[in-house]
């Protein structure tokens, strides 16, 4: 991590310079002193982005003092389908600059930072082209962040990154649910250790999850479901239900377990979630989602991940504001945390 707290440093230091460039007139007259410059107090929607939602950078391995740690995996070397979710992490930072300015959030009607500290680690630093010291890196500063008692909510990268990360988490945790939105069960049993739809055929059979205790919801492709050992709640079937019906029969799945949430951002209907490696016609909207997830409020969700956000497929941010959105919704939900 040193390295990354070189790089922010970096990039302050860069701004220094280009402040300190300033002819001295309008340092005197727009600012006590150039010291008192804290990156901080910028309000501003667009600017100074670099933890989520402006949440404070932190280079320490268990993030310092903090309820919940971001940390960005810019990974993507699992995806089947097209690349380019590395750059997923920055892209759904930059979108948060739209939810800044709402500090009693609609329909929380409070503000997330009385409730809750949050500090972004920014991105995993990881050799490239090497998928297994990959996994290792990710579990191991996982496990620092979640042993130092933090909620971790990651941010992909493409869908494999669950696998690692659900390891931390078991190691802290002990078997878990998992609450899982999709548009794919990436449970196939045909792809390579380090593809990214075949994680959730892997960590039932590692003792990580309990499939009896998990559901998938807004599934849309196939799967055998004669030998489907979790509840699939397709996208069909959601629509059919509602949204608070789907919601209770998650709880009802979950029976006051531990849990960890994964969202894959193409369980969203590819007009919410266009910016995405394998879309799939005929999801879920975000409004849907997020009905859904207001109503797992008191679920024990002890870790999260949004993957899959490839902003080179996207447009004007959407599917970048749509993760950037769940994020903080999922925020409220810690706070609503048991
Ligand atoms: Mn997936």
Redesign the pocket.
């Known amino acids: 991590m040193g390295n990354v707290c070189q790089r922010y440093a970096w990039t302050i230091r860069l701004q220094w310079r280009h402040i300190s460039a300033v002819p001295n007139s309008f340092i005197d007259t727009r600012m006590s002193s150039v010291a008192d410059i804290d990156i901080q107090d910028d309000v501003s929607l667009y600017a100074n982005l670099f933890g989520f939602l402006g949440a404070p950078l932190s280079s320490d391995a268990t993030g310092g003092e903090a309820d919940v740690a971001i940390l960005g995996v810019p990974y993507d070397l699992g995806t089947t389908g097209r690349a380019g979710t590395r750059s997923g992490p920055s892209a759904i930072r930059q979108a948060s600059g739209n939810l800044r300015w709402e500090e009693a959030r609609w329909p929380w009607r409070y503000a997330l930072a009385d409730h809750l500290k949050m500090v972004d680690c920014g991105d995993l630093i990881f050799p490239p082209g090497d998928s297994a010291t990959f996994a290792q890196v990710l579990h191991d500063r996982a496990l620092d962040l979640i042993r130092s008692g933090k909620a971790l909510m990651s941010f992909g990268g493409d869908?494999f990154i669950s696998l690692p990360l659900l390891r931390a988490h078991h190691a802290v945790h002990g078997e878990l649910a998992l609450i899982h939105f999709?548009a794919?069960t990436?449970t196939y049993q045909n792809g390579g250790e380090f593809d990214?739809g075949t994680m959730f055929y892997r960590a039932p059979r590692e003792g990580l999850i309990d499939p009896a205790a998990s559901a998938q919801i807004g599934i849309r492709t196939e799967y055998d479901a004669d030998q489907h050992e979790f509840l699939v709640l397709d996208a069909d079937k959601v629509h059919q239900l509602g949204c608070q019906s789907v919601s209770d029969r998650v709880r009802e799945r979950v029976a006051g377990r531990k849990a960890y949430l994964t969202f894959?951002i193409?369980c969203l209907d590819p007009a919410y979630a266009p910016g995405t490696g394998t879309p799939v016609a005929g999801g879920l909207s975000s409004n849907t989602v997020l009905q859904i997830l207001r109503g797992l409020k008191g679920v024990d969700i002890v870790g999260m991940d949004i993957v899959?956000v490839a902003p080179s497929y996207d447009h004007a941010e959407i599917t970048a504001l749509a993760a950037a959105t769940l994020a903080t919704e999922l925020l409220y939900l810690q706070v609503e945390r048991p």
């Open positions: 869908h999709d794919h990436d990214h894959d193409d899959e």
